[in-house]
Each structure stands twice: as structure tokens, then as C-alpha cells.
């Protein structure tokens, strides 16, 4: 299982607030880097590809670099933007043109030549080339092409994006890479603060591309990792944990919430990610009904398995836990895992592959009606009120979730306990895995 290597890639460097994740953005062509007001909103290695003039190649927006800091994530997120660099075939050092050069970045600057990589040094944040300030201090770091633009308002942007082009090598065989970035199936994964999200991406990807500590709220931003097995890729979304409001002050925490309940909506499948030493917490519950609500195919991760006495727990109990208390959500299959002995991960691929065809699966209306002939004899339908209702035949809607209309005598909806049992039962005669089941009564 590898990432995705025959593409160019591009990464962009500096301090922080110099613009970094406008400048990745814009350049992407999408708002998928998070862009805050306050410093160190980016920490993990933010990803995409970028096509342009018949050329693609992988975006990174790293960490800023900080200077002097020295607490641990500073500091992993500094080492995280050099292993980037040093993966560059080409790095744009981005500096704020509405400050000095700081020493540090003089510094910094130094060491990223010796890494021997093609560098742009782009001055960001000038808004108004008919005025600009004077740059004599960027030139001391001795590049003849100095570029001038600001993200923001999207001036000299094409500029860059030629300069771009010039530096990038012509890779042989990056044609089969196009092949498969377009069937890309995106898994979210999602779960509350330290489950091990970012333990297990990393562990799939057979890499540290992720941050990880202890330090609850280490992800801020989602974080796409590619990564590819029997020649498929995947997509793998690292979001920051999810906590109600009231429990996290940092507003660049809150906007990484609002990004991780954004990315269920934008996902395939989701893989709700559990503590299996404590679940199902209250939050968990609320991160399952997010995965509900959202109608995509789901799959659940008790991760940290090596930590259990395996002689001390019976799974088929764990199991029976777990959906008593999230009935909501019985549909989706459970899985066992350890993102640090890398027990059962690769399964985690498997299961998003199959619960993602069974969403997209069609039945024929004649095989709807056969099934429910026989289903409906045995257990009549009954609407809200309890009274029995006439279903003259059913119809398939819509896939993703997979979605029926009920043709009947009135248009009432069907008693909820009843649409549960129905549900059940459509999955288990369908094969419909890990999917909810939308049902609508239509008169007619």
C-alpha cells in the first residue's frame, strides 16, 4: 500500500499568517486549507492536486514555522514542514510583505537552500501593486526572481502559477496516476478528541504524514491523505475532533469542528472512530447521529484494541453494547482495530468499499414488489396513528442512501418502530451493508 508518488509536488513554506493556506487555496481552486486571523490554525501536511494547463501535481500546505518556540507540537510541526520540503520538487517561500524579514525566516531560508530544491520566494499580501512597499530587506536573500502577489485578492496569481509550471519536471507514467483520481472513494474519518484518528490515517499510509500527541485538539484542520492499495485510491480525511462548543474556548478549534461536520456532509463514507476503553460516550452518540442525519454509509472503529485482555472481553457482547445504546446506527459494521499494531486496518479500506456499493445499489421495482408481497402478508404496514395501510407497490427513489417511495392509499408515514423492522429487513434481503434505508409513504 502506497501514496500516491508520481505526481510532482509542490509545497509551500514560511512563518505563520503569511497567507500560506489563502495562497493553497486559491491555487487549488477550492477552500479546503482552514483560514483563520490567529497564527498555527495549519498544522498537519494539507493536500491536493492542482491541474493546470494540461499539468498536474500535489499542493502542500505545511505549518508555520515559529521561532523560538519550543513545545512539542511547535516543534513536530517544524520537523512535519521540513520532511515536506525535503519531498519538494519544487518550494514556494511565502513572506508577508506588510512586515520586515525577520531573522528567523533569513535563517530558515538558509537551511531550505541546502536542501538543494528549486525555490520561488513570494512576497504575499501586496494589495496594491501600483503601491508597493519598499522590498529591499526581502532581496538580501540574495533571489534574483523575486514574485510579488497577494492571495487575497488574487493579483499576479496566474504569474505564479507560470513560474510554477517552469520549475516542475515531466514525470513518465504520471498518466496512470489520472487514471484513478478520478474514481477517488473519500472515507471521513471522524470521531471525538485523541480516539486515534490521526494514529490510524498514518498507520494505513504506512507513514507519519499526520500529527500526533496527547495533547487533546491536535488536529485543527482536515487533512486529505491519498494512498492507494490493488490499485485503488482512497482519500482519507483527518478531522479534528469533534466536542460540543461549550468545551473548547480556541476559536480555531471551533473552526475545525465546523469543517469536520462539514467534511461528513462532503464525504462517501464515514468511519466513526471509538476509544474502545470508553464508549459510547455522550459525544459519540452525537458524532453517530451527525453520520445519520448525513444519510452516507457507515463504518465504526473500536481502535485501541491492543490494549484489551482479549481473554477478558467477548466481542459479539461489545457489539450488543454498543447498538443498544445507538439503535440509530445498528446498520453499520463494527470493526476491531489498533492503529498501533496496525491489527485489522486494512479492513477499514474493505468495508468502505463495500458499504459504498451498497449504497449505490438499484434494485429492480419488480424484485421491490416480489419482496414486499410476501413481506407485507406477514407483517402488514401500519402508519403513525397504528392503523393498517394499503401499499398498492414500491418504487426506488434515489441511491446514497438508497431511498423508496410506498405508494398507498393515503399518504400518512409509516409507524416508526415499523420502518426500523422494514429497514432491517430491506438490508438483510438486499444486502444493503452499513447504509441507511430512506423510506417515503406517497398517495397514489
Known amino acids: 500500500m502506497t501514496g500516491i508518488k508520481k505526481l510532482p509536488r509542490v509545497v509551500i513554506l514560511g512563518y505563520p499568517n503569511v497567507g500560506k493556506s489563502t495562497l493553497f487555496n486559491r491555487l487549488l481552486g477550492?477552500?479546503?486549507?482552514?483560514?483563520?486571523s490567529l497564527p498555527g490554525m495549519t498544522r498537519d501536511l494539507v493536500t491536493g492536486v492542482v491541474s493546470q494547463s494540461g499539468c498536474r501535481?500535489?499542493?502542500v500546505d505545511t505549518g508555520g514555522f515559529t521561532q523560538g518556540e519550543k513545545d512539542p507540537i511547535s516543534i513536530r510541526v517544524r520537523d512535519k514542514a521540513f520532511e515536506a520540503a525535503r519531498t519538494g520538487d519544487l518550494l514556494i517561500f511565502l513572506l508577508d510583505g506588510q512586515r520586515h524579514l525577520s531573522p528567523g525566516e533569513k535563517e530558515l531560508f538558509v537551511h531550505l537552500k541546502k536542501l538543494n530544491r528549486p525555490i520561488l520566494a513570494v512576497v504575499n499580501k501586496i494589495d496594491n501593486p501600483q503601491r508597493e512597499p519598499d522590498l529591499s530587506d526581502f532581496y538580501q536573500l540574495g533571489q534574483a526572481d523575486l514574485l510579488?502577489?497577494?492571495a487575497e485578492h488574487?493579483?499576479?496569481l496566474d504569474l505564479l502559477k507560470e513560474k510554477i509550471l517552469e520549475f516542475l519536471p515531466v514525470r513518465p507514467g504520471a498518466g496512470d496516476t489520472e487514471k484513478t483520481e478520478g474514481n477517488i472513494l473519500k472515507i471521513a474519518v471522524v470521531g471525538r478528541i485523541n480516539v486515534g484518528k490521526s494514529s490510524l490515517i498514518n498507520r494505513l499510509a504506512g507513514e507519519d504524514r499526520l500529527l500526533v500527541s496527547?495533547?487533546?485538539g491536535t488536529t485543527r484542520?482536515?487533512?486529505?491523505?491519498l494512498i492507494t492499495r490493488n490499485k485503488k485510491t482512497y482519500c482519507l480525511v483527518d478531522t479534528a475532533g469533534i466536542r460540543r462548543f461549550k468545551g473548547t474556548s480556541d476559536s480555531r478549534e471551533k473552526a475545525g469542528i465546523i469543517r469536520a461536520e462539514k467534511n461528513i456532509k462532503e464525504s462517501d463514507v464515514i468511519c466513526l472512530v471509538m476509544d474502545i476503553k470508553e464508549f459510547p460516550t455522550r459525544q459519540d452518540a452525537r458524532i453517530a447521529s451527525l453520520a445519520f442525519k448525513s444519510g452516507k454509509p457507515l463504518i465504526i472503529a473500536l481502535n485501541k484494541w491492543d490494549l484489551v485482555e482479549k481473554s477478558s472481553v467477548n466481542p459479539a457482547e461489545i457489539k450488543k453494547y454498543l447498538f443498544e445504546r445507538l439503535h440509530f446506527v445498528d446498520y453499520a459494521p463494527l470493526i476491531f482495530v489498533s492503529a498501533l499494531?496496525?491489527?485489522r486496518i486494512v479492513k477499514i479500506l474493505e468495508l468502505a468499499d463495500e458499504v459504498y456499493s451498497s449504497a449505490s445499489k438499484k434494485i429492480e421495482t419488480a424484485a421491490l414488489n416480489k419482496f414486499w408481497e410476501k413481506f407485507s402478508k406477514v407483517y402488514p404496514p401500519r402508519d403513525q396513528d397504528g392503523s393498517l395501510l394499503k401499499i398498492k407497490y414500491l418504487v426506488q427513489r434515489g441511491v446514497r442512501p438508497p431511498a423508496f417511495i410506498l405508494f398507498a392509499h393515503t399518504g400518512n408515514r409509516l409507524q416508526p418502530a415499523y420502518e426500523r423492522f422494514l429497514a432491517g429487513t430491506f438490508r438483510e434481503s438486499f444486502k444493503l451493508v452499513?447504509?441507511?434505508v430512506i423510506f417515503k409513504v406517497r398517495h397514489g
Open 434 to 436: 452499513g447504509t441507511p
Open 341 to 343: 499494531n496496525g491489527h
Open 214 to 216: 496527547e495533547i487533546p
Open 57 to 59: 501535481f500535489v499542493l
Open 148 to 150: 510579488t502577489i497577494s
Open 30 to 36: 477550492q477552500h479546503k486549507a482552514l483560514v483563520h
Open 221 to 225: 484542520d482536515s487533512v486529505d491523505t
Open 154 to 156: 488574487k493579483i499576479n
